[in-house]
């Protein structure tokens, strides 16, 4: 059971709560590229563990991430002119460069050198698989930026859904670990079949199991964790376990086991204290991944029919998620749309910032208290001048993937070579020999 004052500990993360400032110890991601694709083009606005950023590409193209705050008299910088190198703030007209350097003072005489006393709050960015990644940590403590697990290297297809949601951070990553509630929740999507792994089609994700109530076993490390969720499979139950396996990367990133085609995370970043930004991501082979405006549609996750111009959800606790009553009674068994639009139509009716004080778990939740135990000892760690969970020596390796497949019960998932899908060759990830992986 968890104590109140420890879900205040893992769901906080602003005005200096020790879970914001262990995630600052990671490169954070900010927004996407394609929200800062033009140069000189228009600056957005980003709120990331309770601080106001701007998010702005220069005429050369580099990426700028501002206090949104202009330090001069404080009105926002998402208004200013992106021009000529910089972005200058529209109520006193001063210019800042990419670095938080002021490169122009109108209002002040030239005489008075005040542009060299003043450097705008600025953080080191990056730009990688389509997001803006940032350093929000000690600016004497940058680490090197290190690709994520879901895109290892340059010619990786990235293709990601993003959704703002109004909702504690932690919930949302609880769900995205919880491999039980997919036979139920996802059940007309994720649909059971005579196949020996999880299959995609342009409709459906295929699995190989009817079994409902998997068997958890989890295997900790320094960058999180990793857990199989061990179910009957439709066929050769007798000597074979269909197992899926996920991989919590702390802080905020789950690797999901994968199809047949393309490989699956999700990521979450806090904004604040009771919203934050949702990424769902396929990745993989660019032969065989969904490109970025198929991946959003087969998902429901679209701007215009699915998201407002700020990836605000359409479809929400007000108009019911887009509940389809008589699909339902023709089968369907959430009548929601898409795989993420189910779980959201979960976690966001949980409430903000949901009082786990009040959760009665059960031998399904055995990744949820995992992770709950070794984020909050994560934070008590960095309190105590220890490093922060998944840095340093303890990153997660680039061997580290989720897998799904039906294996012979003699065989221990832990050592099972879960490699990541690249190829056409392989039935499931792990199974071939004849692929070359990349990362």
């Known amino acids: 059971m968890i104590t109140k004052e420890e879900n205040e500990l893992l769901c906080r993360v602003e005005n200096g709560a020790p879970m914001g400032g262990l995630m600052k110890q990671h490169w954070v991601p900010i927004c996407l590229s394609e929200e800062v694709a033009e140069a000189d083009g228009d600056p957005v606005h980003a709120r990331i563990l309770g601080e106001n950023l701007v998010v702005f590409r220069d005429s050369d193209g580099q990426i700028g991430v501002l206090d949104e705050a202009c330090p001069h008299r404080g009105p926002s910088l998402v208004y200013g002119r992106n021009e000529e190198g910089g972005l200058r703030c529209l109520y006193h007209g001063w210019k800042f460069d990419v670095h938080g350097n002021v490169m122009e003072m109108v209002s002040e005489p030239a005489s008075s050198g005040f542009t060299d006393k003043v450097k705008h709050k600025a953080y080191p960015a990056k730009e990688w698989a389509g997001m803006i990644w940032a350093w929000m940590g000690d600016e004497d403590k940058v680490v090197e930026f290190i690709p994520p697990r879901w895109a290892p290297t340059a010619d990786t297809r990235v293709s990601i859904a993003k959704a703002i949601l109004p909702v504690n951070w932690a919930q949302v990553l609880e769900g995205a670990i919880d491999s039980a509630h997919s036979s139920s929740l996802h059940s007309s999507d994720m649909v059971p079949a005579r196949v020996h792994g999880a299959e995609a089609n342009d409709k459906n994700w295929l699995r190989p199991s009817t079994d409902k109530a998997p068997r958890l076993q989890v295997q900790k490390d320094g960058y999180g964790f990793r ?108 009548g929601i749309k898409g795989i993420p639009n189910q779980d959201m139509a979960m976690w966001l009716t949980m409430g903000r910032l949901v009082d786990r004080t009040r959760d009665r778990l059960g031998a399904s939740d055995l990744a949820v208290v995992e992770f709950r135990k070794q984020m909050i000892a994560a934070v008590n760690d960095v309190a105590n001048g220890k490093a922060a969970i998944g840095t340093g020596e303890n990153a997660v390796p680039n061997t580290v993937n989720a897998f799904q497949r039906v294996i012979p019960k003699e065989q221990d998932w832990r050592t099972y070579p879960a490699l990541p899908v690249w190829t056409g060759n392989e039935i499931q990830a792990g199974t071939d020999d004849n692929y070359t992986v990349k990362g």
């Open 227 to 334: 857990y199989a969720a061990i179910r009957r499979p439709i066929f050769d139950a007798q000597s074979h376990d269909y197992v899926r396996t996920t991989v919590f990367v702390a802080p905020w990133t789950v690797l999901i086991p994968p199809n047949n085609l393309y490989n699956v995370a999700n990521v979450n970043v806090p904004m604040d204290d009771e919203n934050m930004v949702f990424y769902f991501i396929g990745w993989g082979h660019p032969s065989q991944t969904p490109e970025t405006a198929t991946w959003r549609k087969f998902l429901h996750l679209s701007v215009g029919p699915d998201l407002d111009e700020r990836y605000r959800l359409l479809r929400n606790h007000e108009n019911r998620f887009g509940q389809d009553r008589q699909a339902m009674k023709a089968g369907n068994f959430t």
